[in-house]
């Protein structure tokens, strides 16, 4: 969705705000054990823990079976104590067995506790099972539980946060190959904000905050530009709040103008590329940041404004060599009014016959642009050879022919040109080999001037030139048809065909 809007003005820094107090969501504890009395004491002792500024929710078994219900539909439990000795000898000890590798869970903090530590060693269990702690029950006082719950959620906190930066990490990394192409760019915006909220421990783990909402919007001169969403603004096409909400962000961060439709605990991080802000990003539920934390958010975000600036410097120059290939193809052409229009024709039929054959969208637009060039080196021949309306001598003809090494010299000289040079050099090479001007044959033919080949004919045949009236679509199909395996690429002249009958050529 896009915005339109007159100016932006400079964002306020998200470190001149003060936190206020968050209620965050508490730590989910999970207690296995057969005894109701433990759980008793257990939630007793722990009843004003805090950790984080985040209490705890107790979730409780009195069984290993009861504890694997529970995990199968609690995906973010943080401490696990549990006991060993319960509807089995090692009843714990299989529940441990069943997170780790059934589970897969590898993010919980199990603590094992028992009243009968001789019926499992604590070396034995230390060392055979994935576990945190191990502690006989009578040594667990109120300030042992304490001590060995803050130092296991301590840990849990720090895991999460590790892989969620990796995760995040992935993502931007993943689409940084691809980074300067269009349809890539929202994929790496949306690896950035998923970046920046682990960056803080935000996110869908719950690790400090309820932050699981959040937005990255550009903006320039004419348009603000939403980027990436996650959390409720994930969908971005199918949320109905998304257009008041962005407008509010717009009013409030680039306007300066307050609006009652923001939620007050929505932060904003600016984009900015040295002292010019290119977007932000908004977060919400996310005042309690400290300063350290909207710090390294903000310098992850001006990665992301860089990027973006690089990006818009790639599509300019792509586009000013685009602009200077056409011009170049006018040029070209210039000389004959008759074939004016014939480098535009030729361009779409060139693209809609590659994408047929299986090419990109994109890869079949850069080969209808290069198509243009084609006949480039007509510039080097003469114009009574190049207007002459009737038919050229042996000896014109053998002048006209070298348009195609002309062209090839005009534009070998630059990789930009590479796919037209191959065009310029080669379309009139024949599928048998008795074409000009090195006599290739079959495949050894660039492919896309095997395309050229055929649609520069059709396109000759079906419009009047200098030296001939226009033929039927159905007759230039015809004589083209009798080429192919001799003169054309069958499988191109296949396509065409079926490109007139679907109606999409001419």
């Given at each position: 969705m896009?915005i339109?809007?007159k100016?932006?003005q400079?964002?306020q820094d998200?470190?001149?705000?003060t936190?206020p107090?968050?209620?965050l969501?508490?730590?989910?504890v999970?207690?296995?054990?057969?005894?109701?009395d433990?759980h008793?004491?257990?939630?007793l002792?722990?009843?004003?823990?805090q950790f984080?500024?985040k209490?705890?929710r107790?979730l409780?078994?009195?069984?290993?079976?009861e504890?694997?219900?529970?995990?199968?539909?609690?995906?973010?439990i943080?401490?696990?104590l549990?006991?060993v000795v319960?509807?089995?000898?090692?009843?714990?000890l299989?529940?441990?067995d069943?997170?780790?590798?059934?589970?897969?869970n590898s993010?919980?903090?199990?603590v094992?506790?028992?009243?009968?530590?001789?019926?499992a060693?604590?070396?034995?269990v230390?060392?055979?099972?994935?576990?945190?702690?191990?502690?006989?029950?009578?040594e667990?006082?109120?300030q042992?539980?304490y001590?060995t719950?803050?130092?296991?959620?301590k840990s849990?906190?720090?895991?999460?946060?590790i892989?969620?930066?990796?995760?995040g990490l992935?993502?931007?990394?993943?689409?940084a190959?691809?980074?300067y192409q269009?349809?890539?760019?929202?994929?790496f915006?949306d690896?950035?904000?998923?970046?920046?909220i682990?960056?803080?421990n935000?996110?869908?783990n719950?690790?400090?905050?309820?932050?699981?909402?959040?937005?990255?919007?550009?903006a320039?001169?004419?348009r603000?530009?939403?980027q990436?969403?996650?959390g409720?603004?994930?969908?971005?096409?199918e949320?109905?709040?998304?257009?008041?909400?962005?407008?509010?962000?717009?009013?409030?961060v680039?306007?300066?103008?307050?609006?009652?439709?923001?939620l007050?605990?929505m932060?904003?991080?600016p984009?900015?590329?040295?002292?010019?802000?290119?977007?932000?990003?908004?977060l919400?539920?996310?005042?309690?940041?400290?300063?350290a934390?909207?710090?390294?958010?903000?310098?992850?975000?001006?990665?992301?404004?860089?990027?973006l600036?690089?990006l818009q410097l790639?599509?300019d120059l792509?586009?000013a060599n685009?602009?200077a290939?056409y011009?170049?193809?006018?040029?070209?052409?210039y000389?004959?009014?008759d074939?004016?229009?014939?480098?535009?024709r030729?361009?779409?039929?060139?693209?809609?016959?590659a994408?047929?054959?299986?090419?990109?969208k994109?890869?079949?637009?850069n080969?209808?642009l290069?198509?243009?060039?084609?006949?480039?080196?007509?510039?080097g021949i003469?114009?009574a050879?190049l207007k002459?309306p009737?038919?050229?001598?042996?000896?014109e003809?053998?002048?006209?022919k070298t348009h195609?090494?002309?062209?090839a010299e005009?534009?070998?000289k630059?990789k930009?040109?590479?796919?037209?040079?191959?065009i310029?050099y080669?379309h009139?090479?024949?599928?048998d080999?008795?074409g000009?001007?090195?006599?290739l044959?079959?495949?050894?033919i660039?492919?896309?001037?095997?395309?050229?080949?055929v649609?520069?004919?059709?396109?000759a045949?079906?419009?009047?030139?200098?030296y001939?009236e226009?033929?039927t679509v159905?007759?230039?199909?015809?004589?083209?048809?009798?080429?192919?395996g001799t003169?054309f690429?069958?499988?191109?002249v296949?396509?065409?065909?079926?490109?007139?009958e679907?109606?999409?050529?001419?």
């Amino acid at each position: 969705m896009k915005i339109i809007h007159k100016s932006a003005q400079k964002i306020q820094d998200a470190e001149d705000t003060t936190p206020p107090e968050v209620k965050l969501p508490p730590w989910k504890v999970l207690i296995v054990d057969d005894e109701p009395d433990v759980h008793a004491i257990t939630r007793l002792n722990l009843k004003n823990f805090q950790f984080a500024n985040k209490s705890l929710r107790f979730l409780e078994a009195l069984s290993a079976r009861e504890a694997k219900q529970i995990l199968s539909h609690e995906i973010d439990i943080a401490v696990a104590l549990i006991d060993v000795v319960m509807e089995t000898d090692d009843a714990g000890l299989r529940l441990v067995d069943y997170i780790r590798n059934e589970l897969g869970n590898s993010m919980i903090r199990i603590v094992v506790r028992t009243g009968q530590p001789g019926a499992a060693p604590e070396r034995q269990v230390v060392d055979s099972y994935d576990i945190d702690d191990y502690k006989d029950k009578t040594e667990l006082t109120v300030q042992k539980l304490y001590t060995t719950l803050r130092s296991t959620l301590k840990s849990y906190r720090d895991l999460t946060t590790i892989n969620a930066n990796r995760r995040g990490l992935e993502k931007i990394l993943d689409a940084a190959a691809e980074l300067y192409q269009p349809q890539s760019i929202h994929g790496f915006f949306d690896g950035v904000l998923t970046q920046i909220i682990a960056l803080c421990n935000l996110g869908e783990n719950n690790l400090i905050s309820t932050v699981s909402s959040g937005l990255l919007i550009t903006a320039s001169e004419e348009r603000i530009a939403v980027q990436a969403g996650t959390g409720r603004f994930a969908q971005l096409t199918e949320n109905p709040q998304l257009k008041e909400i962005i407008q509010a962000c717009t009013d409030s961060v680039l306007h300066g103008q307050p609006s009652d439709k923001l939620l007050p605990s929505m932060v904003h991080i600016p984009l900015r590329v040295h002292d010019h802000t290119m977007g932000f990003v908004c977060l919400e539920n996310a005042l309690h940041l400290s300063h350290a934390d909207q710090h390294l958010i903000q310098i992850m975000a001006n990665q992301c404004a860089s990027a973006l600036r690089n990006l818009q410097l790639y599509v300019d120059l792509k586009e000013a060599n685009r602009q200077a290939l056409y011009m170049l193809a006018v040029a070209a052409e210039y000389k004959d009014k008759d074939t004016g229009d014939h480098i535009n024709r030729l361009a779409r039929y060139t693209a809609l016959v590659a994408e047929a054959m299986g090419m990109s969208k994109q890869e079949a637009e850069n080969y209808g642009l290069a198509s243009m060039l084609h006949d480039i080196g007509k510039v080097g021949i003469a114009d009574a050879i190049l207007k002459k309306p009737g038919k050229l001598t042996d000896e014109e003809f053998a002048i006209m022919k070298t348009h195609a090494e002309i062209g090839a010299e005009i534009l070998g000289k630059s990789k930009w040109f590479a796919v037209a040079y191959h065009i310029a050099y080669c379309h009139h090479e024949r599928w048998d080999g008795t074409g000009y001007p090195r006599g290739l044959k079959g495949e050894e033919i660039p492919i896309a001037a095997r395309i050229v080949s055929v649609v520069d004919v059709f396109d000759a045949l079906t419009n009047k030139r200098c030296y001939k009236e226009p033929w039927t679509v159905a007759d230039a199909l015809v004589e083209i048809e009798k080429g192919a395996g001799t003169h054309f690429d069958p499988k191109v002249v296949h396509l065409l065909l079926q490109l007139c009958e679907q109606g999409i050529i001419p």
